[in-house]
C-alpha cells in the first residue's frame, strides 16, 4: 500500500461503496475529457493547416493540449478531496475545474468557429 493510499484510509470510516464507485466514474470521465482536449490539440495542430494557418492554429493547439493536460493533473486531485470529504462524512467539494473547463472549451469553439468560417 502507498502513502497516500495509508493516509486516506486511516481517515474517518468506509463510505458507502456506491459512493466511492460513483467517485471513480467522475474521476474517469475527467480523464476521458482530458484526452478529448489533448486529442483536440493534436488534430487541431496536424490537421487543420488546411483551413487555418500560422500562428493562431499553434496557439488554439496549445490550448487544448495544455487544458487536456491540467485537467488530467486535476482529476487525481479532485478525486482525492471528494473520497476524504465521503470518508469524513463532509459536503463534497465543488468542482473546481469546471468553470475553466467549460468557458475555455466555450471560448476555444467560438475561435475555431470564426477561423473556419473566415478561412
Known amino acids: 500500500m502507498t502513502h497516500w493510499t495509508r493516509g486516506l484510509l486511516s481517515e474517518g470510516t468506509d463510505p458507502d461503496p456506491r459512493f466511492t464507485l460513483a467517485n471513480e466514474r467522475t474521476f474517469l470521465a475527467w480523464i476521458?475529457?482530458?484526452?478529448?482536449?489533448?486529442?483536440?490539440?493534436?488534430?487541431?495542430?496536424?490537421?487543420?493547416?488546411h483551413a487555418f494557418?500560422?500562428?493562431?492554429?499553434?496557439?488554439?493547439?496549445?490550448?487544448?493540449?495544455?487544458a487536456g493536460a491540467v485537467l488530467a493533473a486535476s482529476a487525481f486531485h479532485r478525486w482525492l478531496r471528494t473520497e476524504r470529504a465521503?470518508?469524513?462524512?463532509?459536503?463534497?467539494?465543488?468542482?473546481?475545474?469546471?468553470?475553466?473547463?467549460?468557458?475555455g472549451v466555450a471560448v476555444t469553439a467560438l475561435v475555431l468557429l470564426v477561423l473556419v468560417v473566415g478561412s
Open 32 to 49: 476521458r475529457t482530458s484526452l478529448a482536449l489533448i486529442a483536440g490539440g493534436v488534430a487541431v495542430e496536424a490537421l487543420a493547416e
Open 53 to 66: 494557418g500560422g500562428v493562431l492554429r499553434h496557439i488554439v493547439a496549445i490550448v487544448l493540449t495544455g
Open 86 to 103: 465521503l470518508r469524513r462524512a463532509r459536503s463534497l467539494p465543488p468542482p473546481s475545474a469546471a468553470p475553466l473547463l467549460g468557458y
